[in-house]
């Protein structure tokens, strides 16, 4: 039977994808299940990776048969996940011996304050490009080993395996016999030296974890293993992996120096190609692996904006002004500007580059005269600044200057939105006609890996830009504006510090 077809994994934070596509690039099909979210404490959140796995076999069988696409037409598989949740398993049971602790959990925050004030920030962001914090996978996984009982002993003697969700799917997936991770997602850990492409001694010791438990790191591209035959019925190569934003940066063609993207979901994650060699960041950014598909490790500079997509929500569920999310571009246009109005959406404190746990969002310059669309206006604009605040560090970290912003997610489809990012960057804003760049990151990883397409050349023909805004702000205006935006987030930082 020909093999026309490439299916990538999709496993999110709220729910499991499997996406189809053709060797042309176009979606064939695409199943999605939400999954539960835990809350055990408040902070604390964790997901049951049995519940993860079980949804994500379930769509790939569904989109199978909606589809009318045979398993043995498909010619390989690719995983993109969301990154940094870890998952510790019994080896021979392959029973999770706790629920995933997710990378949105605050559990381990005073422990990394420990770390910080022993001094071990610089140490841990020269070996990883990561600053200390929750959100990564090493504080997790020793509160894992030290909370679960008789894990860490268990853990000593061999018995217990350990990664982040890649590493639980493929586990699954081929029967247990591949325990893997790829670079990208083995630069999420805290543990992982990305200088030295291995795990680093020094900090297992540090956080005392067995090397025992982590799993092997291979490249991002290239058959690691096969689906059991109990899965879809037939053995599929899996050859392609990769953490969604270093996903989403090779499925929008950020294939050079100096191209970057921004996926707007909940928060922003910005990220922009560095080539070759890691740039120590000085401007609160992270350096991170963006994938090795055969000619070596690349690497990425990155930013996370904690509050984007969400404060349109707010908009709607909070304040509940807008009544969909489509309608806050129709009254933002409604009003030529904010009149001086600024919003700083840090609800749950500022991500990159201020990374302040204690700012709290602000809404100042009200006058009379302030109308719910000048609140809706300057909601969407303090996306824009946000994704330029991260900008501004990357410039000055890289010494690179962007020509142009490749954009995916919810807030990509807003057209002022995006005019006004173009304005506010003065670059060129280009967004693809395929939105699911996750997703096809990971396809295209894949397919690179079995064969499918034979270099990142003939990936540049699949992607086309269904739309490029062009900067039209003058430079005076944007700078001016720019500036407001500054003053807005010197008042919104540390308050909420006792």
Not at 36 to 62: A, F, K, M, N, T
Not at 231 to 253: E, H, N, R, T, Y
Not at 388 to 402: Q, T
Request: aromatic share 8%; glycine share 10%; net charge negative.
């Amino acid at each position: 039977m020909v093999k026309n077809y490439i299916i990538a994994l999709d496993q999110g934070t709220t729910s499991s994808r499997a996406v189809i596509f053709n060797k042309q690039g176009k979606i064939v099909g695409i199943k999605s299940a939400p999954f539960r979210q835990i809350y055990p404490r408040p902070g604390w959140i964790e997901h049951d990776p049995e519940e993860i796995l079980e949804s994500q076999i379930s769509v790939l069988r569904e989109v199978l048969k909606d589809s009318n696409v045979s398993p043995e037409e498909v010619h390989c598989i690719g995983i993109t996940n969301q990154r940094e949740t870890i998952i510790l398993w019994d080896r021979n049971t392959g029973k999770p011996v706790y629920n995933g602790i997710v990378w949105q959990c605050r559990r381990t925050a005073g422990y990394c304050d420990q770390l910080k004030e022993a001094g071990l920030e610089s140490i841990i962001q020269e070996k990883t490009g990561l600053v200390i914090d929750a959100y990564f996978s090493a504080t997790k996984l020793k509160w894992l080993l030290d909370n679960v009982e008789g894990a860490r002993k268990r853990a000593e003697a061999g018995e217990l395996l350990a990664g982040t969700i890649d590493t639980w799917l493929i586990w699954n997936l081929t029967g247990g016999k591949v325990h893997a991770t790829d670079y990208s997602n083995a630069s999420r850990t805290m543990l992982y030296n990305i200088n030295e492409l291995k795990w680093d001694e020094e900090l297992l010791k540090e956080f005392d974890i067995p090397a025992c438990i982590l799993p092997e790191v291979v490249k991002s591209s290239g058959i690691l293993g096969e689906t059991a035959e109990n899965i879809v019925g037939c053995k599929i190569p899996i050859s392609g992996v990769a953490g969604d934003q270093q996903s989403a940066l090779f499925g929008q063609g950020c294939f050079e120096v100096g191209l970057a993207k921004n996926t707007y979901g909940t928060g922003c994650f910005i990220l922009m190609n560095i080539g070759n060699k890691p740039i120590k960041s000085t401007n609160n950014l992270l350096t991170t692996i963006a994938w090795d598909i055969g000619n070596g490790v690349e690497y990425a500079l990155e930013g996370s904006v904690f509050i984007g997509g969400a404060s349109i929500q707010w908009l709607r569920d909070g304040l509940k002004i807008i009544d969909s999310a489509p309608q806050a571009d129709i009254d933002a246009e409604k009003v030529s500007d904010t009149d001086g109005l600024y919003i700083v959406p840090a609800f749950t404190g500022l991500g990159a580059p201020y990374w302040d746990p204690y700012a709290r969002g602000l809404i100042i310059g009200i006058t009379r005269g302030t109308k719910r669309e000048h609140i809706i206006r300057a909601t969407l604009e303090s996306i824009a600044y946000q994704t330029r605040d991260v900008f501004e560090a990357m410039r000055a970290d890289s010494g690179i200057e962007l020509k142009s912003l490749q954009v995916d997610g919810g807030v990509s489809v807003s057209p002022f939105g995006m005019q006004f990012q173009a304005d506010i960057l003065g670059i060129p804003v280009n967004r693809p006609v395929i939105t699911e760049t996750t997703a096809l990151g990971a396809a295209f990883l894949a397919g690179l890996g079995t064969g499918v397409w034979k270099d990142r050349n003939e990936l540049k023909d699949i992607l086309v830009q269904e739309k490029t805004f062009i900067p039209l702000m003058d430079e005076k205006t944007k700078e001016n504006k720019y500036a407001g935006w500054k003053r807005a987030v010197e008042r919104a930082m540390n308050w909420a510090k006792e």
